[in-house]
């Protein structure tokens, strides 16, 4: 047996995979407004990392500067302090022309729409594909289809005033995704939409991310029903990223979370703080990933897979979606209780002793929880905690 677990990603301090195609990498970016007496700076210290394919959220309350790193990142601003590379492009050191040669692969989705009110629908979008080589009949044909695609067929023809307001968005959304751009970068894209649109903008976003273009979409909204589409999350306070979280890892250990008995009960938010300190390991079948009587430093919980649990050497029970072991020895005073075999291929959630310790501090009813689970999964009691 082997005990070869291996980490596929980090829920909080999130680091790309080696190898990974970095197509905005910003290290210290800081950002003032004004001079002399009248200069704020808004934005402080702000290190990112987004690769190719990514659909990543920026949120944050008003006025924590994502506009403002949108806008750099976008080359709609200049660099002031640190350095910001984005597909390719040293911001840091780029004259006018850099950032017009740069914004050429960005699709810009803004609030306002800024349409020309004396151009149809379709000669709006046409007006992007001109930045871009082609024929007549090919661009008014890929116009046409990505209104389509947005629900706006037989609107084509249509001048803006003839349109309600999100529909005038959808058009300016295909304005800004007709040139296939390798980046989109939007500020409240939903905000105007009703539900039904707002899904096929983002279900359009989603894919043109997982197509062959790899587009990398960076979202600025406080829509929650964008967080199911994204991959990672990145919360701006007081003009810091404070945090940068993979989304589609955070909510499957919540319901991997929600679905452990000892934890039922907890409140939504306090499940989503435990599991923004766990991590994610896989692990093959076969490998032991505790063994019994060992001083054990971690909790698990199965996220999928099936384990095979043991107890003096005699089989136990199965440990299946959900199901929580482990040990955290040195504040429960106690060794682990099982020897766990993965039998399948698994999915694990992690919470290590250090991060335990962290999510107790937060709320108390968490390791509450975690006694219950423990009593249930071992015959001898649990001693007073001692925090090492
Ligand atoms: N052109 C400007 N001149 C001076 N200050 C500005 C300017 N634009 C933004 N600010 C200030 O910079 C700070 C960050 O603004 P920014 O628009 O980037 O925040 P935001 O998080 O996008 O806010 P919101 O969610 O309200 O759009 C705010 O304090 C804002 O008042």
Known sequence: MSTALSSTGMHRAVSLPSGADVVIRAQGVNYAYGSGETRTQVLFDNNLEISRGEVVIMTGPSGSGKSTLLTLIGALRRTQDG???????????????????????IGFIFQQHNLFSSLTAIENVRMATALMPGSVKEMNARA?????????????????????????????????????????????PTASLDAESSQTVLDLLRDLADGQDKTTVLL???????????????????????????????????????????????SEATLSRIANYMTVETCEPGDTIVT????????????????????????????????????????????????????????????????????????QSFETRIRGLLAGSNTAAATAPTID
């Open 220 to 266: 600025v909204t406080h829509d929650q029903r964008v967080i199911d589409k994204a991959d990672r999350i990145v919360n701006m306070v007081g003009g810091r990223i404070v945090t940068n979280s993979l989304t589609r890892v955070a909510v499957r250990i919540c319901r991997a979370l929600a679905a452990t008995e000892s934890l039922n009960g907890l």
């Open 292 to 363: 019994e009587g060992e001083e054990g430093d971690r909790f698990y919980i199965v996220g999928t897979g099936v384990a095979d649990s043991y107890r003096d050497g005699n089989y136990d029970e199965e440990k299946c979606y959900g199901e929580a072991f482990g040990m955290i020895s040195s504040y429960f005073k106690r060794t682990v209780p099982t020897t766990v075999v993965a039998r399948t291929e698994m999915e694990l959630y992690v919470l290590s002793k250090d991060d335990f310790l962290h999510a107790l501090a937060e709320d």
């Open 144 to 188: 046409i289809e990505m209104l389509t695609k947005l629900g706006l067929g037989d609107r084509i023809h249509h001048l803006p005033a003839e349109l309600s307001g999100g529909q005038k968005q959808r058009v300016a959304i295909a304005r800004a995704l007709v040139n296939r751009p390798l980046m989109v970068l939007a500020d409240e």
């Open 83 to 105: 350095s910001l590379d984005v597909l390719g492009h040293d911001l840091t050191h780029a004259d006018g022309s850099g950032q017009v040669e740069l914004r050429k692969h």
